[in-house]
C-alpha cells in the first residue's frame, strides 16, 4: 500500500521557521519526484517545491530563497525547511509523489494526507 505520511506543522509566529517532513512507502521512492503543495481554504492547490530524482529542484517565486526542498533516498523521507514564515504561508500543506517533477499537482499519482502549517501573532 502506498503511503505518504507528512508531519512537522504547526503554528508559528511570522519570521518562524518550520521543517516539515513526509516518509513515503508502498513505491520505489529512488525513482520518483517529489513535490510539496499548499492548499487553503478558497484557493486552488499550487504548488511550492519539489524535487527530483536526482535532487534538482524548483520553486515558486512566492517561496524562492525562504524554503528549501531535500530528500533522504536512505530514509525515504523528503523535507521542507521553512524558514521566514508569512501570514500568507499559512495552508494545508501536501507532499506528492511524481514521475517528473512538476509544480502542477495534475501530474502526480500519489498524495499524501496534509498537515497545518499556521502561521500567526
Known amino acids: 500500500e502506498v503511503q505518504l505520511q507528512a508531519s512537522g506543522g504547526g503554528e508559528v509566529q511570522p519570521g518562524g521557521s518550520l521543517r516539515l517532513s513526509c516518509a513515503a512507502s508502498?513505491?520505489?521512492?529512488?525513482?520518483?519526484?517529489m513535490g510539496w503543495f499548499r492548499q487553503a481554504p478558497g484557493k486552488e492547490r499550487e504548488g511550492v517545491a519539489c524535487?527530483?530524482?536526482?535532487?534538482?529542484?524548483y520553486y515558486a517565486d512566492s517561496v524562492k530563497d525562504r524554503f528549501t526542498i531535500s530528500r533522504d533516498n536512505a530514509k525515504n523521507t523528503v523535507y521542507l525547511q521553512m524558514n521566514g514564515l508569512k501570514r500568507e504561508d499559512t495552508s494545508v500543506y501536501y507532499c506528492a509523489a511524481g514521475y517528473f517533477p512538476s509544480l502542477e499537482p495534475q501530474v502526480y499519482d500519489y498524495w499524501g494526507q496534509g498537515t497545518q502549517v499556521t502561521v500567526s501573532s
Open positions: 508502498g513505491f520505489t521512492f529512488d525513482d520518483y519526484a
Open positions: 524535487i527530483s530524482f536526482n535532487e534538482h529542484t
